[in-house]
C-alpha cells in the first residue's frame, strides 16, 4: 500500500484545479454570453429564497445589470449576487436562490450594479436579523417591482432625494412647463416638444445627443438658466448619465 504524503496531494490538488480552471476558460470563449452569471463567496453561509415578479426588466440595455443579492455596510460592491433572469416578465413569478450568503451580509437587495459588482441604486431592501441561523433559509417575497430601466431613472434621479428633479418639475405648469411627477414624467418626456426650445425634443429615442434634456443635464443649453449639470457631480448620481443614454439609446422604452 503507497502512502501519499500531504505536499504532494496538495500538488495533485492544485494541479487538478489548474487543469479545471483552464477547461472552464476554454467553455466560456466557446459558449459565449452567460445568461444569468452569478458571483458568490466559498466560505459556509445560509441560503435565501427570494421571490417576487419583476417588471419591464428587459428595457436594460447597456453596462447594468439588475441583480439580488447581498451587501454589508463596509463597500457598495456585492458579497454575493445572481442577475435576474432574462426570462423575467411582467406576470411571471420568479424565485432567486443565493446560497452561501456570508454571515458578514447587513442587507439583501434587488439593485442595479455596473459590470464590476458596484450597487449603482437600490430598488429593495431586506435588513438581516442579527441573530440570523446558518441552518434556517431566509425567505422574501418583494410583491411586484418595476426593476425597468426608466423606472430606475424615476426612482433615483426624478423623484430621488438627492437630484429631486420633481420638485421643480412638478406640474405642466412648472419648470419649463415639464412635469416629471412619477405619474406623468414618461409622457412628457418622450417624443415631446421641449416648451423651452420649440425646434428641440425633449427626448428623442435612440439619440441621447439630440435629445433636450440629456443636452441639458451634460453640457447646458442657452435656453436654460438654472444649470442641471451639478445635479449629477455627486458619485452617487453620476453613473446616471450613462443610464439615461443608454435608456434613451436603446429606444426610451417605459
Request: proline share 2%.
Amino acid at each position: 500500500m503507497t502512502i501519499h504524503s500531504t505536499h504532494s496531494m496538495k500538488k495533485s490538488i492544485t494541479f487538478i484545479a489548474a487543469l479545471c480552471t483552464l477547461g472552464m476558460s476554454f467553455t466560456a470563449c466557446d459558449d459565449g454570453h452567460v445568461d444569468d452569471p452569478v458571483y458568490e463567496h466559498t466560505s459556509d453561509g445560509y441560503e435565501v429564497q427570494i421571490t417576487g415578479t419583476f417588471k419591464s426588466l428587459d428595457t436594460w440595455t447597456g453596462a447594468y445589470s439588475v441583480v439580488a443579492g447581498a451587501f454589508d455596510d463596509e463597500s457598495e460592491y456585492s458579497l454575493i449576487q445572481k442577475v435576474l433572469p432574462s426570462s423575467a416578465t411582467d406576470s411571471t413569478t420568479e424565485v432567486i436562490t443565493l446560497s452561501n450568503v456570508s454571515i458578514d451580509s447587513k442587507t439583501l437587495e434587488i439593485a442595479v450594479v455596473n459590470t464590476l459588482r458596484k450597487r449603482i441604486a437600490t430598488i429593495y431592501s431586506y435588513d438581516i436579523p442579527e441573530n440570523q441561523r446558518l441552518d434556517d433559509t431566509i425567505k422574501i417575497n418583494v410583491g411586484t417591482l418595476n426593476v425597468g430601466m426608466f423606472g430606475a431613472i424615476d426612482q433615483f434621479i426624478f423623484q430621488g432625494t438627492g437630484t429631486n428633479c420633481s420638485r421643480c418639475h412638478s406640474s405642466a405648469e412648472g419648470a419649463g412647463h415639464l412635469d416629471l411627477t412619477s405619474a406623468n414624467a414618461y409622457a412628457s418626456l418622450v417624443g415631446k416638444t421641449a416648451y423651452k426650445d420649440s425646434t428641440q425634443t425633449r427626448i428623442l429615442p435612440g439619440d441621447a445627443e439630440g435629445s433636450f434634456l440629456y443636452k441639458v443635464i451634460t453640457q447646458g443649453d442657452e435656453h436654460v438658466s438654472y444649470s442641471h449639470q451639478g445635479l449629477f457631480t455627486d458619485e452617487k448620481y453620476a453613473a446616471f448619465l450613462d443610464i439615461i443614454a443608454s435608456w434613451i439609446n436603446g429606444g426610451a422604452k417605459e
